[in-house]
């Protein structure tokens, strides 16, 4: 997984400059934001099924090992095989591995975020293999090379006249309509010959079932049925935190998932398959289980609670920050409030610090969260790890000098004096004023508390 | 050490308590059957799929498949006689290559349950529905969900697929309305790549 280039700060001014993307964002994150309302308000039991999410991911990861180990031999005992990859690199070369042994240099492929963290087809390239990214958005970012800015609508920041003319260029010489129902047909009689002659597919997932080894792959348009369903051949690659205990807990996440995500009671499709069902589906079945950096944050008390997440992607469409800068500022697979504290934990904080910061710290985030995760904690957790990484003299000097003046009413009292002074260079042009740039700083008045108490009451 | 090892001496590491899971959602529904009925074709309805009430499956096969200029229907083999209607070709799957598939206008099947509350459908494979490319390829689904086999909630019908999963490792496709894709602008599309028009027959 590559760092951030540039940090949060510098990337975000770019961003905001874009004003078609500003204005498509607020667009998206407001549509999806009230669907997710009315939907998530429609069920009695909403706030039930978050702590029994909450408590099954916990659970899993409390006994991940032994998950782990059951799934494994649940799959084999069905058919299928497992491979284990301690980073991206390894799990590109299983999935390189099987295309290889079967002579393929195309592969058709389903929306998954863990492959775009593993850089899954820039390393089948390197082999001369081609990856053909299916979800209607993703190839639309793949045929620009493009990337993506949201997890749920990862072309949000295109419109319509841009997508025509890019599949004028590449998969439909001659389209002349920028109609969304002409694009989609586009992209669908270009797919549709891909799928029906395509040798091995690979997937990410949604859920992986300790139980019964059955894997789960949530969607909208088919092409996740159709790339799990039509190749011989199938590899799934899987982070090791997207494992639940049994069957039934997909009971809460089935509801959770869709509800926050798209804002549906139910997203279109969900394929579920338990290794290889004879005549029906692929004869061949991998699944890749992925480290890439989870057993990192698994070993930090607080931060761990990130990989709870099933990545609806709600706490970007409420977050204050994503929805004026979009998902390329955070320079990561995973954008927004997520991003901003499950991206520092997989690289290690030394190769994002600034993105823990990317934050109001507003709260929106941790109430819309289907499985609970407190985002605000972990981004406080995390400031506090960049500052211990890379500590800052002068922040230091500067809060030693504040918690010496606390600690006496006398010098409390003096400084709050000598401040209305020294406010002036913060207000005014000059080294301090870029602090005040971003943030609104009130004058101190001319009379403290303290000495009107003492006025009024002595 | 191989990767498999290293990664569960870490997990290892890490292990921990589990938290107390206290499963008190709901469960179990309370809607009776005419009701559970009436809510499945409701929000079925909202999906933008075509939902009817219907008392003979063939004959209304056979109607909507002149409403929508369908001649060559796939069926799987398990289908029972009397839902396959008269006036359509029926060609049964013994096999057919994707290709194949794709050629057809449509397919015609049943279901194992189908969810009130959230308008889903649950295909798993059995005689009465067949493999799994048979309800993907086509472009038309015509699917018959029995009133006894609508549960209220989601918690119902995974408790069942979950015996069928265990015991059988069938696989599981869950449907709700037809394909779609809201990724250009946020605008809705009807119909990608699975079928872009489906029928729900409630008999």
């Known amino acids: 997984m590559r760092a951030p280039a540039e940090s949060f700060p510098a990337a975000a001014r770019h961003e905001l400059e874009n ?308 998902g390329h500022a955070y320079g990561s697979v995973y954008p927004g409030p997520i991003g901003a504290i499950l991206t520092p934990q997989l690289l290690g904080i030394e190769r994002a610090p600034s993105l823990p910061f990317a934050s109001s710290l507003c709260g929106a985030c941790y109430e819309v969260c289907p499985v609970k995760i407190d985002i605000p904690r972990v981004l406080l957790h995390l400031r506090a790890e960049a500052v211990r990484a890379k500590p800052s003299r002068r922040e230091r000097a500067a809060m030693r000098l504040v918690g010496w003046t606390f600690e006496s009413a006398r010098r409390f009292a003096l400084a709050q004096r000598a401040g209305r002074i020294l406010q002036r260079p913060l207000v005014r042009a000059g080294v301090l004023s870029s602090w005040t740039r971003t943030r609104d700083l009130k004058p101190a008045p001319r009379e403290s508390f303290r000495d009107w108490w003492r006025r009024e009451r002595a | 050490m191989n990767a498999r090892e290293v990664i569960l001496e870490r997990v290892a590491a890490s292990a921990g308590e589990s938290p107390v899971l206290t499963r008190e959602y709901r469960r179990r529904g309370r809607l009776a059957p005419p009701e559970r009925v009436a809510l499945f074709c409701e929000r079925v309805d909202e999906y933008r799929a075509e939902v009817r009430r219907v008392e003979d499956v063939a004959g209304a096969v056979e109607d909507v498949c002149r409403a929508h200029a369908v001649r060559r229907l796939a069926v799987p083999a398990g289908l029972p006689a009397e839902w396959r209607p008269a006036g359509v070709e029926l060609v049964e799957d013994s096999g057919l290559t994707p290709g194949e598939l794709d050629q057809l206008d449509g397919v015609l099947t049943g279901s194992t349950l189908a969810i009130a509350e959230t308008g889903t459908i649950a295909l798993t494979a059995g005689p009465r529905e067949g493999r799994r490319a048979l309800t993907l390829v086509p472009d038309f689904h015509v699917c018959v969900v029995e009133e006894s086999r609508i549960v209220e909630l989601v918690p119902e019908a995974v408790a069942q697929l979950g015996e069928l999963v265990a015991r059988d490792r069938r696989p599981v496709t869950l449907v709700s309305g037809p394909s779609a894709t809201s990724d250009i602008e946020l605008s809705r599309v009807e119909g990608v790549h699975g079928p872009r028009r489906l029928v729900v027959l409630v008999a």
């Open chain 1, 19 to 326: 004003a078609q993307l500003r204005a498509n964002l607020r667009n998206a994150t407001e549509t999806i934001r009230d669907k997710r309302g009315r939907v998530v308000a429609e069920l009695p039991d909403w706030e039930e099924l978050r702590d029994a999410g909450r408590a099954i991911k916990a659970d899993v990861l409390a006994h991940l090992d032994r998950y782990l180990v059951q799934f494994e031999s649940a799959v084999k005992a069905a058919g299928g095989h497992v491979h284990w990859a301690l980073d991206g690199a390894e799990a590109n070369a299983v999935v390189a591995e099987v295309a290889r042994a079967h002579g393929v240099r195309e592969v058709v492929k389903v929306k998954s975020l863990t492959t775009d963290e593993t850089e899954l087809n820039q390393a089948l390239a390197a082999e001369g293999i081609h990856a053909i990214e299916t979800d209607f958005a993703e190839l639309i970012l793949q045929l620009d090379g493009d990337w993506s800015s949201h997890i749920l609508v990862p072309a949000i920041h295109r419109n319509r006249t841009e997508i025509r003319d890019l599949f004028a260029r590449t998969i439909a010489p001659g389209i002349a309509s920028d109609d969304p129902r002409e694009l989609a047909e586009a992209a669908r009689l270009y797919l549709r010959e891909k799928f029906l002659t395509a040798r091995v597919g690979v997937s990410g997932a949604n859920f992986g079932v300790a139980e019964t080894g059955t894997v789960c792959v949530v969607e909208s348009e088919g092409n996740g049925r159709m790339c799990t369903t039509l190749p011989p051949v199938l590899v799934t690659v899987l982070g090791i935190e997207k494992l639940v205990p049994s069957f039934a807990d997909l009971e809460v996440f089935l509801q959770l998932l869709p509800r926050s995500s798209t804002g549906e009671r139910m997203n279109p499709y969900t394929s579920l398959w338990t290794g290889v069902t004879e005549g029906d589906g692929p004869q061949e079945l991998h699944v890749v289980l992925l480290d890439n950096g989870r057993t990192r944050v698994l070993r930090d008390e607080v931060g761990r609670q990130a990989l709870h997440c099933i990545r609806c992607s709600a706490c970007l469409n409420v977050c204050p920050v994503y929805s004026r800068t979009g």
